[in-house]
T-cell receptor
């Protein structure tokens, strides 16, 4: 059974600081996704990581994937209040040409304060 | 381009009542999914459909049925609602090498 664990689950950051959210998973996969969710809203796609060593950046967020270590990181640079949200990683359990059965981590609730 | 559309957005049911959650996507994706979200547990897969005409159980299928009506539509049915099915339900679709696109969610309360 695939398990996906995020840490920390709660993160209170000061504006301007840097921090990293970690996503560990238990079985082989080379597809990992990061999503953002605002309270009462749907999930918004942030990054799709499809191969070992993949690194993607968008604004103050950067995601990376190490399939050998079964680890993805979401790095936040110089946090601003607008980044306050819940962040999920999700791992695709299926392999080969199959895809899409995502297993989600528990989510990291990020609060950025002045 | 509407993406993934779910109806209804909110619903209150009495224990034992039935209802169907509707989902439609206009992105011509082959695969569609139903997830439920409960506090502190992320999203869990209920059922999925890899392509038109096929459906399979996910992680938490008990108490639910699904229908892949055509390539666009994938419905989720609760035959006899229970309080344990109180949750937020999300429909999603995706295609190869893309991320999953999620609907706006249905907040269901069973009393």
């Amino acid at each position: 059974e695939l398990k996906v664990e995020q840490n920390p689950l709660f993160l209170s950051m000061q504006e301007g600081k840097n921090y990293t959210i970690y996503c560990n998973y238990s079985t082989t996969s080379d597809r990992l996704y990061w999503y953002r969710q605002d309270p009462g809203k749907s999930l918004e796609s942030l990054f799709v990581l499809l191969s070992n060593g993949a690194v993607k950046q968008e604004g103050r967020l950067m995601a990376s994937l190490d399939t050998k270590a079964r680890l993805s990181t979401l790095h936040i640079t110089a946090a601003v209040h607008d980044l306050s949200a819940t962040y999920f990683c999700a791992v695709d359990r299926t392999g080969g040409t199959s895809y899409g059965k995502l297993t989600f981590g528990q989510g990291t609730i990020l609060t950025v304060h002045p | 381009n509407a993406g993934v559309t779910q109806t209804p957005k909110f619903q209150v049911l009495k224990t034992g009542q039935s209802m169907t959650l509707q989902c439609a996507q206009d992105m011509n994706h082959n695969s569609m999914y139903w997830y439920r979200q409960d506090p502190g547990m992320g999203l869990r897969l209920i059922y999925y459909s890899a392509s038109e005409g096929t459906t399979d159980k996910g992680e938490v299928p008990n108490g639910y049925n699904v229908s892949r009506l055509n390539k666009r539509e994938f419905s989720l049915r609760l035959e006899s609602a229970a309080p344990s099915q109180t949750s937020v339900y999300f429909c999603a679709s995706l295609d190869v090498n893309t991320e999953a696109f999620f609907g706006q969610g249905t907040r269901l309360t069973v009393v």
